[in-house]
């Protein structure tokens, strides 16, 4: 059974997706999408890396059977140290997530695109890193992955992370085309995904 914390991590998630939802019918008219491929693989790796965090025993389930128990193996333990660890790590993620997603307001897509009257935000948590709800989400993700501690949390958030980099990559590159002025310095003074560090 998944312990208090894992519990609290879940629905930790759920007030994210709540703070998500307003943003499906408020936001500015899409204009331009990257490559649809790069796009496609990215969210096949999100879905994926979400399905091994948020099934508690990942695919490796009873429908698996035997033959990938490998990945039910216990990484971490489930103790209650490493539970309160990882669920303040939720909570800042999820937290750092829902604060840059108030102040991206309309300009807000689920998906990689380029907004009517797109504007490139640089207060608040986007003066720390360029892409501070994939940073939220990743500390979340290590933090759901740490209450539990099985291998295939951890495949879980890796994919998370390798999604997250794919994103990253194109949205820079929009945005770069959008503000050829603005985003490379804006580039120079922010770190990407782990404040001051990378």
């Avoid at 969210?43 to 490998?70: D, E, Q, R």
């Amino acid at each position: 059974m998944p312990t208090t914390y894992t519990i609290i991590a879940y629905w930790s998630w759920f007030a994210l997706l709540l703070a998500w939802l307003p943003g499906y019918f408020t936001g500015k008219r899409t204009l331009r999408r990257p490559n649809p491929v790069r796009r496609t693989i990215a969210n096949i790796l999100l879905i994926i890396g979400y399905m091994f965090l948020f099934s508690y025993s990942g695919f490796a389930s009873a429908s698996v059977g035997g033959s990938l128990s490998i990945l039910r193996i216990q990484i971490t333990p489930q103790t209650a140290a490493f539970g309160v660890i990882g669920l303040v790590i939720v909570l800042v993620g999820i937290s750092f997530a829902i604060w840059a997603r108030i102040v991206l307001g309309s300009n807000w897509s689920n998906a990689i695109v380029l907004k009517e009257n797109h504007e490139l935000v640089r207060q608040g948590p986007y003066s720390i890193v360029r892409h501070p709800i994939y940073t939220g989400m990743t500390f979340a993700s290590l933090g759901t992955a740490l209450t539990i501690g099985r291998l295939t949390d951890y495949i879980g958030v890796i994919l998370i992370i390798a999604a997250f980099l794919i994103r990253i990559q194109d949205e820079d590159a929009l945005m770069a085309q959008e503000f050829p002025e603005t985003h490379p310095i804006y580039r120079e003074q922010t770190k990407k995904l782990i404040p001051f560090i990378w």
